[in-house]
């Protein structure tokens, strides 16, 4: 048995950046920057996606935007990004081989709640004209039946009901007590960009947030949102880069390649891509520079990738939990896999809007870049909380389909998968409605009732009751509860 007596690497951080190689280093020296933007959401994908785009954009236009990135709940991200002064790796997972080097990016990081002064201060404060958000469709709290605000759900009301001052929790009553802060003292305008994976993201993101406004106690909530019309944009986005959540798996080789500790490396595909509405309140980061796509209307972009990249994914990820596999590439790795993803797209095409990708040549990009071996994608992370996934993803193209008397069997094969996931007792998935999901498998009840009762959870009262629909569905389940699965 060997003992290693190498000391350990030194953390990465600024002092390590003049050790590292050219290609290792950040595209912009972050001692350099500002924070100009703030950002909501310290996951992997925004350190993977908007931070590269700001990195490339500063380096390029050669203004100094930096990145204050608040971390709604994990206070641990925060103290491990303060630890290696905001720095960390990012690997791009070549099918020939990883790709790493550090991000320059990020200048800040906050715990949401702690630090919520500061939070504040920085919403206020004139020089951050930019906040981006990726919080996922749960960090919206909205309501499946309105699309507006849940002033129902637990974590909104505790917020509404908080007193002036008191610690949020919710990102949405963050924001809005932000912004309203920054209405009463007529800093600049300000720009707010939702980069979930939600239809019409930026409006939904507005509603929410007015909503809020609307739903407070505060005195001069009307003159706040009054400003709030003229002086705040919401844009919508469309953010496109596969990202898994890092894993063990991740640091060791990041260490290696850097020969610096990396607590927080990030792993993603080569591709990205950034499509927005131009229709920004203040300055911004020049984010063409690094190819972003500035369009009148993101609607074709934003469709095309939430039916047929995140709607075929969120399929794979059901199909191929039912079949025992565990990654994007082993489900497309599956006799059905790619014949899945091609037959969804073809199925879903008809309800996009024109103007966007072609629908046939994005379904071979899908294979490909699902088919990287040099990914590990669970399914159990895409999977998860679909209950919010799956109303934006299927059920408005299967909603469109079944107006114009299409067919829609590939739908509804994956929509009999996510039922099955659904189950007392299946823990596949993780969901924040699984609960009343799973109160829908009545053990006297019959499985299309089951069915009809799920649909209702998701706020789909229109599908539940188109019987053919439900019929279809339920017609699938045995199978796939034996593991086929039949395309
Ligand atoms: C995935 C997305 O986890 C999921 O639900 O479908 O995160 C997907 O990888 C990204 O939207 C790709 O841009």
Redesign the pocket.
Known sequence: MSTDTRPAPARLSRAALPLLTAALRPAVDPAELRTRVVHFGLGA?HRAHQAVYTEHAAARSGEPWGITAVAPRSADTVRAMHDQDCLYSLTERRPDGPVPRVVGSVVGALAMRPDAEAVDALLADPEVTVVTLTVTEKGYHRSAATGGLDPTAAPVAADLAAPPGAPLTTVIGRLATGLAARMRTDAPPVTVVSCD?MADNGAALARVVRDFVRASAWPDREAVLERMASAVAFPATV?????PATSEADRAPATVALGFHDALPVAAEPYRSWVLEDSFAAARPRWELDGALFVPDVAPYQLT?LRL??GA??ALAHLGTVAGHTTIADALAADWGERLVRALCAEVAPTLPAGGPDPVAYADDLVVRFRNPAMR?LLR??GSDSSL?ITERWLPALRSLRAHGREAPVLELALAAWALSTRPGCDAFTDPAADELAACWRSDGHPAATVRALLRVVGADDLADDSALVTAVTARLPALRAGHVDI
Not at 239 to 243: A, E, K, L, T
């Open positions: 994908f994976n953010v496109d880069r596969i990202v990738k990249l995140n994914h969120s994608h992370q895409i996934k």
